[in-house]
C-alpha cells in the first residue's frame, strides 16, 4: 500500500513560516495527485493545496493563495508545503493524501477525491 509521512509540523508566531514535507513510498502508479488538507477543531477537513505529478498543476485555497507555496521532488517522491504569513486561522491539523489521476482529468482538491492519507502534523499559530 501507499505510505505517505508528512511532518514539518510546529508552533510558530503569527507571520512566521513553517515547511511542510510529505514523503511518499510504494507508489504503484505514475500519474498522482497529492495534496495538503487541513481539519482545526470542530470543523471540517478542507483542501489547502495540491500538486499533479505529470504536469505539476497546482491548485490553493483562496484562503492561502499568495502566502503558501507547493512544490513537487518527483524523483523523491516527496512534496512541500512552504507556509508564509502564517494567520491564527491557519492552526491545524495537516494532513497530506495521494490518488491517482488519470491523464486530462484535472487535479483534485476535495478530501473524498484522494484514496491515500498519511498521519497529520500539527500546526499551531499563535499570536
Known amino acids: 500500500d501507499v505510505q505517505l509521512q508528512a511532518c514539518g509540523g510546529g508552533l510558530v508566531q503569527a507571520g512566521g513560516s513553517l515547511r511542510l514535507s510529505c514523503a511518499a513510498s510504494r507508489f504503484t502508479f505514475d500519474d498522482y495527485a497529492i495534496g495538503w488538507f487541513r481539519q482545526a477543531p470542530g470543523k471540517e477537513r478542507e483542501g489547502v493545496s495540491c500538486?499533479?505529478?505529470?504536469?505539476?498543476?497546482?491548485y490553493y485555497a483562496d484562503s492561502v493563495k499568495g502566502r503558501f507555496t507547493i512544490s513537487s521532488d518527483n524523483a523523491k517522491n516527496t512534496v512541500f508545503l512552504q507556509m508564509n504569513n502564517l494567520k491564527l486561522e491557519d492552526t491545524a491539523v495537516y494532513y497530506c493524501a495521494a490518488t491517482f489521476v488519470p491523464t486530462g482529468w484535472g487535479i483534485p482538491y476535495r478530501p473524498d477525491d484522494y484514496d491515500y492519507w498519511g498521519q497529520g502534523t500539527l500546526v499551531t499559530v499563535s499570536s
Open positions: 500538486i499533479t505529478s505529470s504536469d505539476g498543476s497546482t
